[in-house]
């Protein structure tokens, strides 16, 4: 009679041990390819914004006369940091 291959529960509570390790540094080397949000902003007043959401959105929508946001960072500091705006000084 042949018996079938059968692990000891600690064998296979290594086996288990090892796939959950295994499974979660396959995942760290997919978390590494994940985009960093902190360049590339842009900015626009919402007044001269011509198109919907749904065009903004779409990856080749051209982003002409928009300012470099600063990320991190305020709409304040992204208008300054373009000199759109400047801060009176105490003689004005």
Partial sequence: MLVPYSCSISM???IITVLIALTLVISGLQAQNAYE????WKCI???KVTSNGEKISNPSYK???WLQATVPGTVLTTLLNNSSFRIPSGDE
């Fill in 45 to 47: 007043s919402v007044s």
């Fill in 63 to 65: 982003l002409s006369g």
């Fill in 12 to 14: 296979k509570t290594r």
């Fill in 37 to 40: 949000l902190n360049s590339d």
